[in-house]
Structure formats: structure tokens, C-alpha cells
């Protein structure tokens, strides 16, 4: 009967481990692909092109020249985002995040070795991140905010993920990807 309970016992616990990671984001030490953020692909759902403003979560943003962002649920879903791919494929992408904060328990983490700055009204935070995955060097650079309108607080990320050798190019579009955000206008 031992023999059992533990093995209930380990189920139970790997079970948690597994549903815990996929509801909890990971570390900002861990280095992730856009495979791995994200199921949304190029051409699929729906397409979100120039200025963008969602009056639920009180911001706006410019998608950059050229570029799509796919939000990859149906039309008629709640807006929680969008990814704009880079390039080809799906190696280089922004993942633009946004939610309402439900329990306090889930604010966005704040590094103190995180550069500040504002998105509008917004407080926002920056890191960056490299690893080898896989056979490729990949960098993150993620920018977490946070913006208390009324009674409500909408918290969210933009996150680049880019080949480290193409930053050069990649990182530009997302710096301008981030002042065109403005929450609060």
C-alpha cells in the first residue's frame, strides 16, 4: 500500500509540476523561441496592420511599415495580443502581451537591474537575455509594464526574440515597436 501512495504521490506532483509551467512565465534568465511563446504563425488569424488602439486596455501603437501582427484567435475573441514576425519563418518575432490584472499575485516581476521607462503612463522595464538554443544563439529582450487607469491595472510584455547575429536589424524595429506604445492617450 506504501509503494502506492507513493507513486500517487509523484504522479500528483509531476502533474502540478506540468500545469505549473505552462500558467507560470518562465525565468528572465531562460532563453525562449517563438515556437516556444507563441502558436501563433504568419498569415494565420487575425491581422493587425498601422496604428492600433484598444480602448479596453486604453493604449495604442503603430505595428511597424511592412509588418503584420497576427493575433491567431478568432475576431470576435477578446484582444490579448499579437506577434509580428521579422522575417521568413519563424525564427525572429515581437510578441506584444496585454491583460488585465486580476490578483496582485500576478504583477509582472520587476528586476532591479531592469532599465525604466514609460510607455505613455505606463511604467515599463526592460532585460536582456543571451543562450545558445539549440545550434543557434538567440537573444531575448524582454519589456514588461504596468498601467493603473481607473480601478483597473493592465500589466503585459514585449518581447523580441531574434538570432543574436541579427540584432543589428532586429532590435530597431523593436525599439520603434516600443515608442509608438502609449498607454493612458
Same mark, same amino acid.
Do not use: C, M
Given at each position: 500500500m506504501r509503494s &502506492?501512495?507513493?507513486?500517487? !504521490?509523484?504522479?500528483? /506532483?509531476?502533474? &502540478?509540476? =506540468?500545469? $505549473?509551467?505552462? +500558467?507560470?512565465a518562465p525565468p528572465a534568465s531562460v532563453v525562449m523561441t517563438c515556437q516556444q511563446v507563441t502558436t501563433t504563425r504568419p498569415d494565420v488569424g487575425v491581422a493587425y496592420k498601422g496604428q492600433v488602439a484598444i480602448d479596453d486596455y486604453k493604449f495604442a501603437a503603430r505595428i511597424p511599415s511592412g509588418?503584420? %501582427? *497576427? %493575433? %491567431? &484567435?478568432? !475576431?470576435?475573441?477578446? /484582444?490579448?495580443? /499579437? +506577434?509580428i514576425f521579422l522575417g521568413p519563418g519563424v525564427q525572429s518575432c515581437i510578441l506584444f502581451e496585454v491583460h488585465v490584472r486580476v490578483n496582485e499575485d500576478e504583477a509582472p516581476l520587476r528586476l532591479d537591474s531592469a532599465k525604466t521607462f514609460s510607455l505613455?503612463?505606463?511604467?515599463? *522595464?526592460? +532585460?536582456s537575455t543571451s543562450s545558445t538554443v539549440g545550434t543557434a544563439r538567440l537573444t531575448n529582450v524582454k519589456t514588461s509594464f504596468s498601467f493603473?487607469? =481607473?480601478?483597473?491595472? +493592465?500589466? %503585459?510584455e514585449v518581447l523580441l526574440i531574434s538570432p !543574436?547575429?541579427?540584432? =543589428?536589424?532586429? $532590435?530597431?524595429?523593436?525599439?520603434?515597436?516600443? $515608442?509608438?506604445?502609449? /498607454? =493612458?492617450?
Open positions: &502506492v501512495k507513493i507513486v500517487i !504521490s509523484a504522479i500528483l /506532483f509531476l502533474g &502540478v509540476i =506540468g500545469a $505549473r509551467a505552462q +500558467t507560470v509588418l503584420i %501582427g *497576427w %493575433g %491567431g &484567435v478568432a !475576431s470576435d475573441a477578446p /484582444f490579448h495580443g /499579437f +506577434t505613455g503612463e505606463a511604467k515599463a *522595464w526592460q +532585460t493603473k487607469h =481607473g480601478n483597473q491595472i +493592465t500589466d %503585459g !543574436s547575429a541579427e540584432l =543589428g536589424k532586429t $532590435r530597431p524595429i523593436y525599439e520603434a515597436f516600443l $515608442r509608438s506604445i502609449k /498607454f =493612458g492617450q
